[in-house]
């Protein structure tokens, strides 16, 4: 509406007026509107006729386009082809060429492998089999001098183990023989106990009546003198079971003793077999000249042999702790020995009272009907003895000679328990000497063990060297197996 508004407007302007009826314009107006309507259909046929052409021209574009293209296509598709089967060719010719040369080089590579490993063999071969040779020399030298030297010192050692067992046995056959006399002298000492047990009791019995029949009654000081002589007489007896006790421990001292030096010897005896058997043997050389492993048994065997090894160990040290309980017994028989010794005292201290008294029974007899006062252990006892008690006072004199008997027999069977002791201090000696030989056993027990390990080490290198062996007889079988498919 407004453009219409302005177009009437623009009309009005110039004079014309636009109506709905054909109007009649002037020349000059007509003339305008004609150039202005000609130019218009010229504008618009020009549009119309380039808007055809450009449709036909973009037609034959597109169709001459893809004609090119296709064309373009194919051309280089034929060219990539032709390209692409230049360029795999190559490839193949390359793939071949390097096929058949390094197949090329790796015959010739392991012809040459093959040739410097079968010279190497052959010269390791004739290497080993030279130093071999003087290997097995040297070594039976060595073995011989080992073996020599082993055969003199095995029979230093056994001329040293016949000595002691010389001794041993000599000791042995004497402690036999000692021990019988010991039997036969406490069996005589049992059977003269009990004759002077007897004739002691009878010797009583009579001084109780010779005092009885002394005149008058006894004084106090006769019966004081009484008990103290019945007080002695239960000391000698007392000291004469202290004496078969004495003699009783020393016997199971002894035999103990015995026993402790057996053992000592077996567990020498077995300490030696046991490093036999735990001494690695010299090495046998097979046709490799390698050393076999050792089977199960030997490993077995030593362990076995090791176990033992300790269970003597331990059986050692109780042994020694008995040694120790045997000392302390020795030590306990030292003091009883003291003890031995007072009651000894004691006994001649009785047996010279007992000769006072028969001084004063003779006195006695050679003055029949006088009294007497005699001293009987530095004290003054006053009796009345009269000649019709002769018989009873050559009784009492022989009951003190049994006493004086008896006394030499204990001294006799001290003399013998001293000798005992000797034999004891001799057999001690033995012992310790056997336990100074306890350090060289475990030195060689701790050789047989580093021998042990330098056994493992040569195992391992064995088992290194037959592995090394293993691969290269593979690999010469792998390289045997190319050249065969070749």
Same mark, same amino acid.
């Given at each position: 509406?407004?453009?219409?508004?302005?177009?009437?407007?623009?009309?009005?302007?110039?004079?014309?007026?636009?109506?709905?009826?054909?109007?009649?314009?002037?020349?000059?107006?007509?003339?305008?509107?004609?150039?202005?309507?000609?130019? !218009? /259909?010229?504008?618009?046929?020009?549009?119309?006729?380039?808007?055809?052409?450009?449709?036909?021209?973009?037609?034959?574009? $597109?169709?001459?386009?893809?004609?090119?293209?296709? /064309?373009?296509?194919?051309?280089?598709?034929?060219?990539?082809?032709?390209?692409?089967?230049?360029?795999?060719?190559?490839?193949?010719? %390359?793939?071949?060429?390097?096929?058949?040369?390094?197949?090329?080089?790796?015959?010739?590579?392991?012809?040459?492998?093959?040739?410097?490993?079968?010279?190497?063999?052959?010269?390791?071969?004739?290497?080993?089999?030279?130093?071999?040779?003087?290997?097995?020399?040297?070594?039976?030298?060595?073995?011989?001098?080992?073996?020599?030297?082993?055969? !003199?010192?095995?029979?230093?050692?056994?001329?040293? /183990?016949?000595?002691?067992?010389?001794?041993?046995?000599?000791?042995?056959?004497?402690?036999?023989?000692?021990?019988?006399?010991?039997?036969?002298?406490?069996?005589?000492?049992?059977?003269?106990?009990?004759?002077?047990? $007897?004739? %002691?009791?009878?010797?009583?019995? =009579?001084?109780? +009546? /010779?005092? @009885?029949?002394?005149?008058?009654?006894?004084?106090?000081?006769?019966?004081?003198?009484?008990?103290?002589?019945?007080?002695?007489?239960?000391?000698?007896?007392?000291?004469?079971?202290?004496?078969?006790?004495?003699?009783?421990? +020393?016997?199971?001292?002894?035999?103990?003793?015995?026993?402790?030096? #057996?053992? *000592?010897?077996?567990?020498?005896?077995?300490?030696?077999?046991?490093?036999?058997?735990?001494?690695?043997?010299?090495?046998?050389?097979?046709?490799?000249?390698?050393?076999?492993?050792?089977?199960?048994?030997?490993?077995?065997?030593?362990? =076995?042999?090791? $176990?033992?090894?300790?269970? *003597?160990?331990?059986?050692?040290?109780?042994?020694? =702790?008995?040694?120790?309980?045997? &000392?302390?017994?020795?030590?306990?028989?030292?003091? $009883?020995?003291?003890?031995?010794?007072?009651?000894?005292? #004691?006994?001649?201290?009785?047996?010279?009272?007992?000769?006072?008294?028969?001084?004063?029974?003779?006195?006695?007899?050679?003055?029949?009907?006088? =009294?007497?006062?005699?001293?009987?252990?530095?004290?003054?006892?006053?009796?009345?003895?009269?000649?019709?008690?002769?018989?009873? @006072?050559?009784?009492?004199?022989?009951?003190?000679?049994?006493?004086?008997?008896?006394?030499? &027999?204990?001294?006799?069977?001290?003399?013998?328990?001293?000798?005992?002791?000797? #034999?004891?201090? *001799?057999?001690?000696?033995?012992?310790? @000497?056997?336990?100074?030989?306890?350090?060289?056993?475990?030195?060689?027990?701790?050789?047989?063990?580093?021998?042990? &390990?330098r056994l493992r080490e040569q195992q391992e290198q064995v088992a290194a060297m037959e592995r090394l062996l293993a691969e290269a007889a593979a690999a010469r079988e792998a390289e045997?197996?190319?050249?065969?498919?070749?």
């Open positions: 509406a407004a453009d219409e508004r302005a177009f009437q407007a623009a009309m009005g302007a110039a004079g014309v007026q636009v109506g709905l009826t054909k109007c009649f314009f002037r020349q000059a107006a007509f003339n305008a509107l004609e150039r202005a309507r000609t130019a !218009k /259909l010229v504008a618009g046929a020009t549009q119309i006729q380039a808007a055809y052409r450009r449709h036909r021209e973009q037609a034959w574009y $597109e169709v001459v386009k893809f004609a090119v293209r296709f /064309l373009q296509r194919v051309g280089r598709g034929r060219l990539g082809r032709r390209r692409a089967h230049r360029v795999r060719t190559h490839r193949a010719a %390359l793939r071949i060429q390097t096929a058949f040369r390094c197949q090329k080089a790796y015959k010739a590579y392991q012809r040459r492998v093959l040739e410097e490993r079968t010279a190497t063999a052959l010269q390791g071969f004739l290497r080993s089999s030279r130093d071999r040779k003087r290997f097995l020399v040297k070594r039976a030298a060595a073995v011989h001098i080992q073996a020599t030297l082993r055969r !003199k010192a095995a029979a230093a050692r056994m001329r040293v /183990l016949k000595r002691q067992s010389k001794d041993v046995n000599h000791l042995k056959y004497q402690l036999e023989e000692f021990r019988a006399i010991v039997n036969k002298k406490a069996t005589a000492f049992d059977q003269e106990h009990s004759r002077a047990q $007897e004739e %002691l009791e009878a010797l009583k019995k =009579r001084n109780a +009546e /010779l005092v @009885a029949k002394l005149q008058g009654t006894p004084t106090a000081k006769a019966q004081k003198e009484a008990a103290q002589s019945a007080e002695k007489t239960r000391a000698a007896e007392e000291l004469e079971k202290k004496a078969r006790e004495l003699k009783a421990r +020393e016997a199971a001292l002894e035999g103990e003793t015995t026993r402790m030096q #057996e053992e *000592l010897q077996a567990l020498q005896v077995r300490n030696r077999e046991l490093q036999r058997e735990a001494r690695p043997p010299p090495p046998p050389s097979n046709a490799a000249g390698r050393t076999p492993p050792p089977t199960p048994q030997e490993l077995a065997r030593r362990a =076995r042999a090791e $176990e033992e090894l300790k269970a *003597l160990r331990e059986k050692s040290t109780a042994l020694e =702790r008995e040694l120790k309980e045997a &000392q302390r017994l020795r030590e306990e028989h030292t003091l $009883e020995r003291e003890v031995l010794r007072t009651k000894a005292a #004691e006994v001649d201290l009785l047996r010279r009272q007992n000769q006072e008294l028969q001084k004063a029974l003779e006195e006695a007899q050679s003055r029949p009907e006088k =009294r007497l006062s005699f001293s009987l252990g530095g004290k003054k006892n006053s009796f009345s003895v009269q000649f019709s008690d002769a018989d009873k @006072a050559e009784e009492a004199e022989r009951a003190v000679q049994a006493a004086e008997a008896k006394l030499r &027999q204990l001294k006799s069977e001290n003399a013998a328990l001293r000798e005992v002791e000797a #034999e004891k201090a *001799l057999l001690e000696g033995q012992m310790r @000497a056997l336990q100074a030989q306890w350090p060289e056993l475990e030195a060689e027990l701790v050789e047989a063990r580093a021998a042990k &390990q045997l197996a190319a050249l065969e498919r070749e």
